[in-house]
């Protein structure tokens, strides 16, 4: 696709329930990353995949939280028996990996997680 | 680690005036990339400005212009003739050699009609 895609836009989802934002990134570009980011706040890094590598999984809040990336493409991060801190909006974004280096990042438009 | 500091979390400018947003970062690499995003009230991240670290020359982009100071670690960004279009949250970022894309916690700049 033209940009990096990612959805739902928006997802209301009781406390304790299982939810999974997909995203799907510009068609080449090997890295992929995943932000939350709450009200008027910075960016918190959650998970990074780049090629065939292990995910650097480093930022990730708790293990209710994971992520996988098929086919190195579409990535989905799932977020089991959600509380109502991981109310917040999620960010995707990809870069092209040029040698060893990564370029800028394209950002989705985020996905609002409101746990009600 | 390799961090990004943005030490202002608010500044607020006269409709076309200039100002500065100031940046810091750390790293071991002598090559690796710097970015400016904005981020308006709509939530789309766009990029504003690169830099490439073994370039000396400080990129510009319009109204927008980076002062680089490798030597001491610094990025900052320059908008001139401030325009209400600007006001939004700025994010310093930087990236390297098999490193993600580190970002700063960003800085809120509103513009003053």
């Known amino acids: 696709g033209a940009g990096v895609s990612q959805s739902p836009s928006n997802k209301v989802t009781e406390k304790g329930k299982d939810v999974e934002l997909r995203c799907d990134p510009i068609?080449?570009?090997?890295?992929l990353y995943w932000y939350r980011q709450s009200l008027g706040q910075g960016l918190e890094f959650l998970i990074y995949?780049?090629?065939?590598?292990?995910?650097?999984k480093s930022g990730l809040p708790s293990d209710r939280f994971s992520a996988e990336r098929t086919g190195g493409s579409v990535s989905t991060l799932t977020i089991q028996r959600t509380q109502q801190e991981d109310s917040a909006v999620y960010l995707c974004?990809?870069?092209?990996?040029?040698?060893?280096?990564?370029?800028?990042?394209?950002f989705g438009q985020g996905t609002r997680l409101t746990v009600v | 680690a390799q961090t990004v500091t943005q030490s202002q979390p608010e500044m607020s400018v006269q409709e076309a005036e200039t100002v500065t947003l100031s940046c810091t970062y750390d790293?071991?690499?002598?090559?690796?990339?710097l970015f400016w995003y904005k981020q308006p009230p709509s939530r789309q991240m766009i990029l504003v400005i690169r830099?490439?670290?073994?370039?000396?020359q400080n990129a510009t982009e319009n109204r927008f212009s980076v002062n680089f100071q490798k030597a001491a670690k610094s990025f900052s960004l320059k908008i001139s003739d401030s325009q209400l279009g600007d006001t939004a949250m700025y994010f310093c970022?930087?990236?390297?050699?098999?490193?993600?894309?580190?970002f700063g916690k960003g800085i809120t700049l509103s513009v003053r009609p």
């Open positions: 974004a990809s870069s092209l990996v040029v040698g060893v280096f990564g370029t800028e990042a394209f």
């Open positions: 068609s080449g570009h090997t890295a």
């Open positions: 995949f780049q090629g065939n590598s292990a995910p650097d």
């Open positions: 790293t071991s690499e002598n090559n690796y990339y």
């Open positions: 830099q490439e670290a073994y370039k000396q």
């Open positions: 970022a930087r990236s390297g050699a098999n490193s993600k894309l580190t």
